[in-house]
Each structure stands twice: as structure tokens, then as C-alpha cells.
Nanobody
């Protein structure tokens, strides 16, 4: 599985960005976003399954970020609104293999990772 993330950039606080992650290779089930700020561990942001169930969000992004998925294009999205300086991080997309419907928030549960895209929010 290859995951290619894009869409990061520099934005002012209160602004919006949309990240994309294109998947290729074998079929994946759950796809998600994690982020890692300088000097901090990898943090769960959001994830969505291929079964159409309710997405899961990290507490710090609930109500501001929206995860979605275009199954026809095999692409994952993260719409980020009301961005805050604390959202500054490298954002990674991640995926699990086929046949999995339960969404896990631990990064160790995801065997496939993209290269990361940097999001910088200025105050």
C-alpha cells in the first residue's frame, strides 16, 4: 500500500486547509490522520472506515475538523477549519488492511503510512 499525502501549508489562525491522501496498491479498510508536533509524540486526529460507519475524532479537533473519503478515487480527506497555532504539526495519513471495520486510535494499529505533510498555523 502506498499513501501520498498533500495539501499542507502555512495558514493564519482561524483559517482553513484541506489535506488529501491518495491510496494505491492493495485494498485498505480504515484510514486515518495522525499528527506530530515538534518534540511531541504522534497524536490521533481522525479516522474513518470503509464500511460507512461514524468517523472518530481526537478530542482536540472535534467540531473543527472533518474527515471524509472518496471510495471511487481511493482518497482520504481532512477538512480543517478554525485552525489554531496548536494544530501546527506534520500530518500523516495511515491505513489498515482490508477486512477491518473497527476504528482504532493507536498509531501502532496502522501498518501503512504516508510521508507526511506540514501544516503551520501562525498566530
Amino acid at each position: 500500500v502506498q499513501l501520498q499525502a498533500s495539501g499542507g501549508g502555512l495558514v493564519q489562525a482561524g483559517g482553513s486547509l484541506r489535506l488529501s491522501c491518495a491510496a494505491s496498491g492493495r485494498t485498505v479498510s480504515v484510514m486515518g490522520w495522525f499528527r506530530q508536533a515538534p518534540g511531541k509524540g504522534r497524536q490521533f486526529v481522525a479516522a474513518i472506515s470503509s464500511s460507512g460507519g461514524r468517523p472518530k475524532y481526537g478530542d482536540s479537533v472535534k467540531g473543527r475538523f472533518t474527515i471524509s473519503r472518496d471510495m471511487a478515487k481511493n482518497t482520504l480527506y481532512l477538512q480543517m477549519d478554525s485552525l489554531e497555532p496548536d494544530d501546527t504539526a506534520v500530518y500523516y495519513c495511515a491505513a489498515r488492511g482490508s477486512g477491518i471495520t473497527v476504528i482504532h486510535t493507536a498509531s501502532q494499529s496502522y501498518p501503512y503510512w504516508g510521508q507526511g505533510t506540514l501544516v503551520t498555523v501562525s498566530s
